[in-house]
């Protein structure tokens, strides 16, 4: 891609609920000049993909800064690598929760504000990263459904997501998890902005004070209706894509791909600025 220096943002609408194209160039990100209109538009569309800019990993360092403060991993890294392979990351075990909808830093105070990953290998089979606008998937709820939201809120831990890649833990790892302690969430979080988002994903436990059944019931649902296609968008790597998502608004998850398929990402985020509030 020629590097050409634009005066405009130039964008264009993937779906109509969900993910936009940004065609500028490496110059263009790194200056810094969009950083807010990048940030409107994260939270408009959901999920912003610049398709081959192929960065290194000082340049997506160095455009995260540019959107505001960078998050390290709890290992100490700013720039991680997101591989089910042993031998590329310290992070396979959390990592394998990565394949279920979910959104990045659930069990922190303040989860991550965005989340930005540039494809380096890929898998031959697999390892597309879905993502579903929670946002939408909210304002689409007949309103019956929101009043029943209403007040409602769900324990999340770390450790339910264990179960659903192996389901017989040994009690040690159960422990380990269970470490990483519970948080419990409103369903329904309404922002600074007064919009308004879905706090769901494989954390999510059981809702607060309800019946068990009903509110496994519930959960389900709605996660199949969040997830569902007017609110979803599949990407498709090509090396050398950034994708970057408003981990606020929106769930994601990675399609299946072989350990040992080579398959890595580089990951960086940016801090929370605000908890999850009803
Ligand atoms: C992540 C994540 C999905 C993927 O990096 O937070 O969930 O496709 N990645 O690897
Ligand atoms: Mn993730």
Redesign the pocket.
Known sequence: MTDKLQSVLETSEIKPNIGSLVQNGKQDLLSGKYAAEIRSLLEERGVLVFPKINFTDDEQRQFTATLGNIARERTGEDV?T??LDPEKTSGVEY?K???YW?F?GTMQPLPILA?I?CAKVLSPTG????FANTYAAYDGLSDEQKVELEGQSAMHSAWNTLYYYDPEPEQAKLEMFMDVGDIELPIVWTHKSGRKSLVLGCTARYIVGMDDKKSARMLNGLREWATSPPFHYT?K?SVGDMVMWD?TGTL????PYPLDAG?E?H?T?LEGEEPILA
């Open positions: 991680f997101i591989s990592l929760g990565s394949l979910h990045d989340s990953l390892g597309d990263t879905e990407h790597w981990n994601h998850r990675a399609t398959r990402l990951r985020k």
